[in-house]
């Protein structure tokens, strides 16, 4: 499944490059499988790991580094019935500058009655870049979830503001069909980052998201987030879906509070211990 990209057609050249990558787990003799592996260009997994036995950690690699005017990249993931995986990056993705054509990254995440953990490291937009983020997630039948998703406009450590350029920003979160959440936002101009509707002038925003019944949960996880963080956050809790939202400046603090998150949200959701993917601390 490909999403539709909301980037004018006349602004694809038959030239640009096309990344693509499909993962398929299944369940096998009790332990999650990567069963299928499809990929065009440079975007790829390496061996799957097990630090948890059963449950399978994959690091999603774009040898690149960056995302250049024209690529266009797309991630489809498949999780099916009784399977497990937790799906990072080894960094973070960085969208470049351009004059012309637009980047693009649709991912498209899909859970039979299993469990994914989609926890990517950021998304830095470099000044002058015109990219495209687009993620929509289907759940399926008694299928959990908790994913990420953490955005820079700029390069704030280097006082580089995102004073020219264009993002564009989707996420779709469907149960059996049924849409629990639909997000938009589009930023283009200096007005669009210091509007009290979007940024308030932050460079950094981010949402957590996690599904869960346990409407005790909310008050849990508010407790944790310490008191200096505490305009940075907000949590709320809808149709079954906990969302967590960051608007800061700084990606180290997001990921910091995020990752704090997912370890007390994990054993609720997953019903597991957390278990920090290593790739994290190199």
């Not at 990558?21 to 332990?31: C, E, M, P, V, W």
């Amino acid at each position: 499944m490909v999403a539709h990209s909301s980037i004018p057609a006349n602004a694809i050249k038959s030239s640009d490059w096309l990344a693509q990558l499909h993962l398929g787990f299944s369940k096998i003799a009790g332990k999650t499988h990567l069963v299928e592996r499809h990929r065009k260009g440079p975007l790829t997994v390496q061996r799957a790991l097990y630090p948890e036995q059963d449950l399978c950690h994959v690091y999603l690699l774009h040898p690149p580094g960056g995302v250049a005017g024209g690529d266009q990249l797309h991630i489809n993931i498949d999780v099916r019935k009784k399977s497990a995986a937790l799906i990072t990056t080894p960094g973070a993705t960085k969208f470049y500058r351009t004059s012309e054509a637009w980047s693009s990254q649709h991912q498209t995440l899909t859970v039979s009655d299993g469990c994914l953990e989609w926890l990517p490291q950021e998304n830095i937009f470099f000044p002058g870049a015109k990219s495209e983020l687009h993620t929509t997630v289907h759940l399926k039948g008694d299928a959990t979830f908790i994913g990420w998703e953490i955005n820079c406009l700029g390069r704030p450590s280097v006082q580089e503001s995102f004073d020219h350029g264009e993002a564009r920003f989707r996420f779709s979160l469907f149960r059996d069909g049924l849409p629990l959440l639909h997000e938009r936002l589009v930023i283009k101009d200096q007005k669009d980052l210091f509007s009290c509707a979007k940024l308030r002038g932050q460079p950094v925003f981010g949402t957590l998201y996690a599904t869960t019944q346990e409407t005790g949960l909310v008050e849990s996880i508010r407790s944790l987030v310490p008191e200096h963080h505490k305009h940075e956050l907000a949590i709320t809790l809808i149709d079954g879906l906990l969302i967590a939202r960051y608007l800061g400046d700084s990606t180290e603090s997001a990921r910091t509070l995020f990752c704090d998150l997912w370890k007390a949200l994990r054993p609720a959701v997953v019903k597991r211990p957390p278990c920090t993917p290593r790739i994290w601390h190199t």
